[in-house]
């Protein structure tokens, strides 16, 4: 059982810099969810795809984010001109169906 | 913004004592999940509960669905050094179609030897 992945771990970027998150979730799981967590607070919602359909992205999900999950496998990330208010974790989920949802270890992101 | 009132945020406790921790919300869920976050790491989920009134067991932790549907509660018995953590209830709202959480702030749990 290889769980959810996230790569990379780790990323510090300048600001204005564009950046991209990989999520590969749990083989069988067709639902995905992308949340973002910021110190001291519970993770916050992004984005949701059912297979490789985007069906509903957060306000918090601004015009400089994009997320795709071409062929419903692996899902990415991009965020565009990062600004020091994206630095947070980025935690990628996935699910069954209408069960609980498994997190990957997140991708911390720190914009300089 | 979230939606779910988490309590205690801290707890810090003996080896050995049991803790308590719940989550309230005036909307209606139709899930609650508990999880557990290590530092520097997601989420790992420990119980999940689908329905009113339900109570599940996973070792040493309990958790339990409200009869409302706005809250739930986690205990922990008999604590160890491992259950050292930030503690997250996460729920589903009914009116929600894709399954969304809704997280809690986050429990910390000290463990003292």
């Known amino acids: 059982d290889t769980g959810v992945s996230q790569n990379p771990r780790h990323k510090i970027t300048k600001r204005g810099q564009n950046v991209t998150f990989r999520c590969d979730p749990i083989s069988e799981h067709n639902r995905l969810y992308w949340y973002r967590q910021t110190l001291g607070q519970g993770p916050e919602f992004l984005t949701y795809?059912?297979?490789?359909?985007?069906?509903?992205k957060s306000r918090l999900l601004s015009d400089r984010f994009s997320a795709e999950r071409p062929k419903g496998s692996f899902s990415t990330l991009e965020i565009q001109r990062t600004e020091q208010g994206d630095s947070a974790m980025y935690l990628c989920a996935s699910s069954p169906g209408g069960q609980g949802q498994y997190f990957g270890p997140g991708t911390r992101l720190t914009v300089t | 913004g979230q939606q779910l009132n988490q309590s205690p945020q801290s707890m810090f406790i003996q080896e050995g004592e049991d803790v308590s921790m719940n989550c309230t919300s005036s909307s209606i869920f139709n899930t609650w999940l508990w999880y557990k976050q290590d530092p520097g790491e997601g989420p790992v989920l420990l119980i999940a509960?689908?329905?009113?009134?339900e109570l599940t067991s996973n070792g040493r932790l309990t958790a339990q669905f409200g009869i409302t549907r706005k809250d739930s509660f986690l205990n922990i018995s008999a604590s160890i050094p491992s259950d050292v953590g930030i503690y997250f209830c996460?729920?589903?709202?009914?009116?929600?179609?894709?399954?969304?959480?809704?997280f809690g702030a986050g429990t910390q749990v000290v463990v003292t030897p």
């Open positions: 509960l689908y329905k009113a009134g």
């Open positions: 795809f059912q297979n490789e359909a985007q069906l509903e």
């Open positions: 996460a729920g589903r709202l009914t009116t929600d179609s894709w399954g969304k959480l809704q």
